[in-house]
């Protein structure tokens, strides 16, 4: 004999309405947790590895670079401010590899060459930082390192010390990208008043 809960009713059991609702209930929280989780694409993930690495250069103390042997710039006379550090940038990698947003990047590795954008001083005999950078993105500002060599140390070696072994041949080689290159000579000559 069949109950009339069994067949027809089993609608009307309060449990199975409890068990609907707390499936619902997890449905929609794995709908929040995915929809919030944003993944970066990798090519826009690049792009703001670029931006931050550039603005945090043009934004630091010369001095900050850590580069031997090159003067803060001065305000002359007749100059209101320091001349501004103009930056262009290649990155080469940075760590975690997974990381898919820029919040989740702890280190960064490129290379940077900026030009202290005196007024009407061309490029060519501008005062410029250049090399290969590491930068530490967990403090705020970000660190800024750079290769040099000591009285000890060959440059070669300290950044084969620096550097991980994936990175250290693009290292090695120190050039912008040809639209990097363009882009920062324009950016330089319009803050050199030229």
């Excluded at 041949?169 to 363009?182: D, G, H, I, N, Q």
């Amino acid at each position: 004999m069949i109950s009339r809960l069994g067949v027809s009713g089993w609608y009307r059991s309060r449990f199975v309405w409890i068990e609907v609702c707390l499936l619902a209930a997890s449905i929609g929280v794995a709908a929040v947790v995915t929809s919030t989780s944003t993944r970066t694409d990798p090519a826009v993930l690049h792009q703001e590895i670029l931006a931050r690495m550039r603005t945090t250069l043009e934004q630091a103390d010369p001095a900050h670079h850590h580069h031997a042997g090159h003067p803060a710039p001065q305000v002359t006379a007749g100059e209101q401010a320091a001349p501004k550090v103009i930056c262009g940038v290649h990155v080469y990698g940075h760590e975690p590899a997974g990381a898919s947003t820029l919040a989740e990047v702890r280190t960064i590795y490129g290379f940077h060459l900026c030009g202290v954008a005196e007024q009407k001083r061309h490029w060519d005999g501008a005062v410029k930082l250049v090399g290969p950078v590491i930068m530490d993105m967990t403090i705020d500002p970000p660190g800024i390192e750079v290769v040099e060599a000591t009285a000890d140390v060959r440059f070669v070696d300290r950044l084969r010390e620096m550097f991980p072994d994936k990175y250290e041949e693009l290292a090695l080689r120190e050039a912008l990208p040809t639209s990097e290159m363009a882009d920062l000579r324009r950016r330089y000559d319009a803050a050199a008043g030229l």
